[in-house]
Structure formats: structure tokens, C-alpha cells
């Protein structure tokens, strides 16, 4: 049954790695916060995951709350922030910086 969930942790990380990319090419900012939220998500699983590989599934679940919990802040936050403003980039307000115009 470890194996199981070493596997599982493996196969998240992978699965993190994929939306790292989104999260760096997202054509728009909303692709962006949800690939974070998505991150943060997965990365709770791997906690939770890691805690029942360790038989410290109490130590673990704490912190992975508490994670899943600062990740649902933060994304709030982001998207009440880009909802007026567009772009990533100070002083553009369109989602594609294009030099300057």
C-alpha cells in the first residue's frame, strides 16, 4: 500500500510539472491564478500523500490544511486584484505586452 502512494506522490509531481507550464505560457492572467490554485491543490494532496507514507498522517494533515487554506486565500486575492487590472506587466492594461503600444 506505500507503494501505492509513493506512486501517487510521483505521478502529482508530474501532474504539477504540466501545470507549471500553463502557469508560465497561460495566454491570460486567469489561466495563470487558476494553474497556482491548481498547484497549491495538488500540492496538498502530495502532503496528505506524504503523511500516510511517514505514518505521521496527523503532523501532516495539519499542515496540508493549513496550506490548502493560505492557496484559497491567495487565489481570492489574486483574482479580486486582476479583476480590474489585465496584465501581469505595471502600467499595461491589455493581456499581451506588445512593446510598449
Request: charge should be positive.
Amino acid at each position: 500500500m506505500e507503494d501505492f502512494f509513493i506512486y501517487s506522490a510521483i505521478f502529482l509531481c508530474f501532474l504539477v510539472m504540466l501545470v507549471l507550464y500553463r502557469g508560465i505560457v497561460g495566454p491570460t492572467v486567469l489561466d495563470r491564478i487558476i494553474s497556482i490554485s491548481a498547484i497549491g491543490t495538488k500540492t496538498t494532496i502530495i502532503l496528505v500523500l506524504m503523511g500516510f507514507i511517514y505514518k505521521r498522517g496527523d503532523m501532516f494533515l495539519d499542515i496540508a490544511l493549513a496550506y490548502a487554506f493560505l492557496n484559497f486565500i491567495a487565489t481570492i486575492a489574486a483574482a479580486k486584484f486582476f479583476r480590474h487590472r489585465k496584465s501581469i506587466i505595471p502600467g499595461s492594461n491589455c493581456p499581451i505586452n506588445k512593446g510598449g503600444i
